[in-house]
């Protein structure tokens, strides 16, 4: 952010070189936050489309929003890490959709097995 002082963390794409501007898109339509919705959600502008970067990988997107080369859209949890090594900044407006998020599904009969109990209760108890 240093090296982009007309950056505005609370109006990114207004202030940021779209080459900056990096979207992992959605291309399965199964339900990932693009610039389009993100825009959509908060009432801003998505500068011209062309000129923002598609990025295939989320990995590899978040590897370059942490080495500096611009920003892009991150779901919360899959991003923690970074944010809380200081590797990126969380900026914008955060968004939340009904509907989605993550579950976890099981037969039944696994609550049997006491290892696996365990893993369940661990994991509900990060909620």
């Not at 339900?31 to 062309?50: I, M, N, Y």
């Not at 970074?82 to 998020?101: E, K």
Request: hydrophobic share 40%; with cysteine.
């Amino acid at each position: 952010m240093d090296q982009h002082p007309e950056f505005d963390p609370d109006a990114p794409l207004a202030t940021l070189d779209p080459r900056f501007i990096f979207d992992h898109d959605d291309p399965h339509n199964v339900g990932w936050v693009t610039w389009a919705l993100w825009c959509d959600l908060t009432g801003q502008s998505l500068p011209h489309r062309g000129q923002i970067s598609k990025i295939a990988s989320y990995p590899t997107m978040l590897d370059m929003v942490s080495s500096g080369e611009g920003i892009g859209i991150g779901t919360m949890g899959l991003e923690d890490d970074l944010v809380a090594s200081g590797a990126i900044v969380r900026v914008g407006t955060p968004v939340a959709r009904d509907g989605f998020g993550y579950y976890l599904v099981y037969r039944k009969e696994l609550l049997d097995k006491p290892s696996f109990a365990r893993l369940r209760d661990h994991l509900l108890g990060q909620l």
